[in-house]
C-alpha cells in the first residue's frame, strides 16, 4: 500500500509539474501579445504625425483582415495605408484593460481602448471594445484579424 501511495504522489507531482509549466509558458506568452498590442498603439500614435507605418507592418500577417470601428474592411496594404494618411489622426490611445488568451499557437486578446484624436480639424474621442486574433510562426507573433466595435 505505501508503493502505491508513494507511486500516486509520484505521479500527481508530476501531472502538476507539466500543468504548472505549460500555464507558465501560456502566460509569458500572454504577456507578450499585451506587449505587442501597445506597441501597436504606440505605432500608430507616435512622434510622426501619421503614425508609423513601418513599425506596424512586421506586427501583421500578410492576410490580415482588419474591420475597423465604423464597419469598414481592409487588408494589410490598405490598413498600413490609412495609418500613413489618417482621415482622423489618434493622439493619444489607452487601454482600459485587456485579457490575452493562448491555444497552442493562436493567441487572441480583447479588450477595451480609448483614443483621442482630431478628425477634419476637430477633436474626437472613441471608445470601443476590439479582439485582435494572433498567430505564432517561426517564434514570432502576427496579426491576422482584427476588429473593433464602439461602446457608449
Known amino acids: 500500500m505505501k508503493k502505491f501511495g508513494a ?11 507539466v500543468l504548472s509549466q505549460e500555464r507558465s509558458n501560456a502566460s509569458i ?3 507578450q501579445l499585451i ?4 506597441a501597436w498603439n504606440q505605432a500608430e500614435t507616435g512622434g510622426d504625425p501619421r503614425g508609423d507605418p513601418s513599425a506596424l507592418a512586421p506586427l501583421f500577417e500578410d492576410t490580415l483582415v482588419y474591420v475597423d470601428y ?10 498600413l495605408r490609412s ?16 485579457k490575452a488568451y493562448v ?4 493567441g487572441i486578446v480583447s479588450g477595451i481602448y480609448r483614443e483621442t484624436g482630431t478628425a477634419k480639424g476637430k477633436p474626437y474621442t472613441r471608445r470601443a471594445r476590439f479582439t485582435d486574433t494572433w498567430i505564432r510562426q517561426s517564434g514570432k507573433w502576427k496579426c491576422v484579424a482584427s476588429q473593433s466595435t464602439i461602446i457608449h
Open 7 to 17: 507511486l500516486f504522489l509520484a505521479i500527481t507531482g508530476l501531472a502538476f509539474g
Open 29 to 31: 506568452e500572454e504577456t
Open 35 to 38: 506587449q505587442l498590442e501597445r
Open 70 to 79: 465604423d464597419g469598414s474592411l481592409m487588408n494589410k496594404a490598405e490598413y
Open 83 to 98: 495609418v500613413a494618411n489618417p482621415v482622423s489622426k489618434p493622439d493619444h490611445i489607452r487601454d482600459e484593460g485587456m
Open 103 to 106: 491555444y497552442g499557437t493562436t
